[in-house]
Each structure stands twice: as C-alpha cells, then as structure tokens.
C-alpha cells in the first residue's frame, strides 16, 4: 500500500515544478553563500573591500592593471578563518600602480601610472618589495570613483541586502503575528484599537516613516534594518487577523475551547500552524520590499554609512557615471538589487501557487 504524501512533500512536489520559483530559490541560495564566504569570493579580501587606488578611479569593466607590492611598515599577523570570514583582511602590502617595470641587482625601476598617457618614474630598494613583487589584477565590473574593486562590493553588499530583509522580516513577523493573532481570536475593543492603530500606520508613507525612526535610532548599519522592520509589520498584522478570524470559528478550534484549553495555547498550537502558508507567502514579498527600501534609504545618505558597501550607497556614489563615459558603474548595483528582488517575489508566488493560498497579498 503507497502512503499518500505529507502536507510538505506535496507542497515541495508543486513548487519544484515551478519554474520561477526554483530560478528565484537558486538565486536567493546562491546569494546567501556569496553572502557567508564574501571575503574569499571576493578578489578584494580587505574589510569593506575598501582598498583605494585613486589612480584608476572609475575605469570600465574589464580593465587591467599592473602593481608593484611594497611591504608595510608595520608587520601585520595573518588573520584567523573566522576573522576573516567575518570581516576580511588587513592589508598586507602596498600596491603602486605601474606600466613598466625593470629590476637590477638590488633595486627596481617602475613606471607609476598617474592619469591615463601620465606616469612618473620611481626607484625601490629590493628590500621594500614583498616576496611577490609584480602582480596583475582584472576589474571584471571596474572600479568606482576611489579606485575600489567594484565586484567585490558588489558581493560584500549581498550581506547588508540579505541582513536587512531577514531582519526585518523576524521584526515585521513578530509584531505583525502578535497583534493579528489578539485582534482576529478576542474581536471586540482588542480588535478596534489593533485595527485603528493599524489604519494610523498604515496612513503615513513608508518612507516617511522610515526617515522619522532613523532620525529617532540614528544613522547606521543596524538602525536601518530596525527602522525597515517597524514599518513593514502592517500588511503581516492585517492578513494575519483576517485568517484567525477564519479559522477560530472552525470546528477544531470549538473542540479546544471545549476541552478547556487557554487561549494562549489555541492561538500558538492550533490556530498559527494552520494559517503559516499565507504567512511564508507575505514574509518573502517582505523581504524583497526590505531589500528596495534599504537602497533608497542608502541612496538618500541615511542607511549604511561609507566605507561599508551598500548596493544603495553604490549607486549614490556612483550615478554621475550614468551620463559620462562608464554608466556600469551605477547600472551594476541596480541590476543586482533587480535580480534578488525578482528572486524573491518569484519565490513569494511559486509559494502563493504551490501552497493553495487565497486572497489578494
């Protein structure tokens, strides 16, 4: 005799055949793990891959350029795994951009590149050179105005996209489950004074909203994904009232007030399993509408503060390009934060599909 199949092993069968949803599920893993291993994808291992050259500031992609390798003047200690899977590397040498060089028995003679057409000849004992003395490095998306790797901010951004809309989203769930759970099971003045404080909220514009909780927290990295978190509880709270004030007048529920269970335990065990389908569904529109709104409050200068990168900050920095001579510049940002948003909302609806959810999200 075949079993017949678990609630999520059918689930999962619908949404596998989604083609969109499993293209946007692919998308969001493999940009958790350039998230977690960002600092050895990267070819910029520094912290915020905040290695500066101002010579090559704002070269296309694809550009390639010579370094000579000084040593530091001060000796720096390898950095741990963990260290630096967290937070990159200290730089270990200096790079000195260069179009030539030639070496003697105990010097070497460098072009420096200064400008394009302009570089200056300098001299090295070859005793200030580390042990690999000549390198040569590909911007594969280029470099933004300070002379930084534009690939490896692009991928250290992931984190700070990925960070605020999972924040952001436990924020939005909290609340929003909470509040939509007391309003939908007790109605009466618990549900009016949710829903007119629901209604307030919902009335001021989000970003707004956002501006006057970043003032209030201030500027900064988490302060940002707290202030994305509290205004995005509303949708979560509305939908969540209209299915517990469904489901609480089903038989099973009248069965648990009969046994004489709390309410606390009807709410938690019978009635929240029970409507987690359209949840997961709002949760992942969330974090996608998390992901945009951190962009344009990075773009407006009161989200992630600089040297950290933010694929918002990236565009800010960079827009002037748009209409001069490297416009990728600022188009690289905003293709990723299009492809992870699209991940996510084609996720969002293979799950809407594949879990049977109705009503409008």
């Not at 000195?96 to 070496?103: E, G, H, K, S, V």
């Not at 007790?186 to 514009?205: A, K, Q, T």
């Not at 038989?251 to 335990?265: H, K, N, Q, W, Y």
């Amino acid at each position: 005799m075949v079993s017949s199949p678990t609630y999520i092993q059918a689930f999962w069968k619908r949404l596998r055949r989604n083609v969109g949803a499993m293209f946007g599920l692919v998308i969001i893993m493999l940009s958790l793990l350039l998230a977690v291993f960002a600092y050895f994808v990267g070819p910029d291992d520094t912290t915020y891959a905040n290695r500066m050259n101002v010579e090559i500031g704002g070269m296309k992609p694809g550009f390639t350029m010579q370094y000579l390798q000084l040593k530091n003047e001060q000796t720096i200690q390898s950095t741990p795994f963990f260290s630096r899977l967290l937070d990159g590397t200290k730089e270990q040498v200096k790079y000195l951009p260069i179009t030539a060089y030639a070496f003697t028995n105990d010097s070497c003679f460098v072009q420096k590149y200064i400008d394009e057409g302009v570089q200056e000849r300098q001299a090295y004992g070859m005793d200030q050179l580390s042990s690999k003395k000549i390198i040569t490095r590909t911007y594969w998306v280029g470099t933004d105005k300070f002379g930084r790797d534009l690939l490896s901010r692009l991928i250290i951004g992931v984190r700070v996209s990925l960070s605020v809309g999972l924040i952001a989203v436990i924020i939005s769930l909290s609340i929003g489950i909470i509040l939509g759970s007391l309003a939908g099971y007790y109605r009466g003045w618990i549900d009016e004074l949710v829903m007119w404080f629901i209604n307030v909220i919902w009335s001021i514009p989000t970003l707004l909203l956002v501006f006057a909780i970043t003032l209030l927290l201030g500027k900064g990295f988490w302060q940002v994904f707290i202030a994305v978190g509290l205004t995005m509880w509303v949708n979560v709270a509305r939908l969540v009232r209209g299915q517990v004030l469904a489901v609480r007048e089903l038989e099973f529920i009248e069965a648990a007030r009969a046994l004489g269970f709390p309410d606390s335990r009807i709410i938690v065990k019978h009635i929240l399993p029970n409507i987690l389908g359209p949840v997961m569904v709002i949760a992942a529109s969330n974090f996608a509408a998390a992901i945009v709104i951190e962009a344009g409050l990075s773009f407006l200068g009161v989200g992630v503060q600089p040297p950290q990168p933010s694929w918002g900050l990236m565009i800010k920095e960079n827009y002037n390009f748009i209409i001069t001579h490297n416009p990728m510049l600022a188009l690289a940002p905003g293709i990723a934060i299009m492809i992870l948003v699209l991940a996510f909302n084609l996720l969002g609806n293979g799950m809407r599909d594949a879990l049977n959810v109705r009503g409008k999200l």
